[in-house]
Structures are given as C-alpha cells and as structure tokens.
C-alpha cells in the first residue's frame, strides 16, 4: 500500500480523480489542506506519494498576500522528499514550486490556457514510461515550470510548451490538468466567473466557454492519469 500526502491549496482545486487513483488502488491517504490551516508533514518518512495540487497563488506569493500559503516552506519539503528518493508529483502551482524546490524560476506562459486542449509529446516523452498517444488535457494557468538544467520536457501544447516536464526520476511536474473531473472544473468555474468575459473569449482563444469546458469528458485524460500513476510508482526511486 502506497502511503500518498496530498498538499491543498484551495478548498475549490481538488485532487480530483488523482483521489480516485487512490481509492482504486487502495493506497492511504493523508492531506495538508493549507486553506484550513493545516501543518505540512514533517519528517517525511510516512510518505511515498507527495501530490501538490494547483491554486490561484503563484510561487512568489508571500505570506503577507496569502497568510496560509507558504511557498518557501513548501519548496523545502518538496526538495526533502525528492532527496530523500520520495515520489513527487506536482500539478500547476504544484509543478512550479517543484522546478523552484530544485532551482528553477517560475516563468509566464505565452498563452493564458482555460479550457481542454491537445497536448503533443516531444521525442523525449515518447520515450518515457509515462508517455501515450497525443490527447486532450484540461488546462487553467497563466505561468509555467521553470526548468533545471537536467529537466527534460515531455509534451507542450500550442499554448504552452511546458505541459509534462520530468525534473527527476522520481520528480514530474504537470502544468496540465489530467485530474480534471466535471465537479472539478464546476467549482473552479462557479469560483472565478470573471475568467470568462465576453471580452477574454474573444481575445484569447485558448479560453474556451463554461459550457465547453463542462461538456467536455474527462475519461480519456483520467486514463491517462491513472497510467501515468501507475507506471511512476512502479519505478525505481533513486537510492
């Protein structure tokens, strides 16, 4: 049984169906919900999995403009668990602050991307166990990944090319979202309605509409999420 520490920012950005990963594969969980004034784990030895989620914080808000966000503290965990040989996944802000944690500056995307896109893998992630056919993923950011000088990306998308980079083999940060459910991106929807102005639909058209985003499906991305999941846990961690 894998033993999985969720970090959460945001009480409308959830882990989605990496959750229902884990309720298939009867792994544990264990949560540091950061909006409810959750402590991060400390030591790391009860973690196999480290998940950090997204949220609408970037990795140089302070703790002055969000006082239970604390990116530092975060980064610092994040470099202890991928010394310590642990599994670490990071998902959007989570992906950002694991480039951060090993020395790699948060950078802004040439597009803002809303919606479900096509994500394309590079011959670097054709080649890696994590890698599958060309699909759509959904997608809510407007930064990107820095990358460490032995990071290797693995798929871009037309708005974006850093969507899946793999900074360890122990280590992948996903800018995209393949845990995206309809209850998920609902919330996230009903939580930032100004995203998606009449004005920002038709300027940026990697902005797609409520309706389309809700009437999208989300089981080819799930797929790929959970033989994703299966095939990092089942590798080696570094001794």
Known sequence: MLRVHYIIHESYESAGAIEEWVAARGHSASYSRVYEGDKLPSPVEDIDLLVVMGGPQSASTTKEECPYFDAEAEKKLIKTCVDAGKKVFGVCLGAQLLGEALGAKTEHSPSKEIGCFP???????????????????????????????????????????????????????????????????????????????????????FIQSPNDILNFDYSEMNAFLFGFLDDFIAQPSPS
């Not at 993923?137 to 708005?159: I, K, N």
């Not at 980079?165 to 919330?187: D, M």
């Open 119 to 205: 994500v394309f893998f590079t011959k670097e992630g054709l080649q890696d166990s994590c890698s599958r056919k060309p699909l759509v993923m959904g997608h809510w950011h407007s930064d990107m990944p820095g990358l460490t000088d032995d990071a290797v990306v693995l798929a871009y998308s037309e708005g974006c090319p850093r969507q899946i980079i793999r900074y360890k083999p122990n280590a992948y940060g996903f800018q995209c979202h393949c845990e995206f459910t309809k209850q998920t991106v609902l919330q996230m929807i009903n939580q930032s309605p100004e995203e998606f102005t009449a004005e920002n639909l038709q300027k940026n058209r």
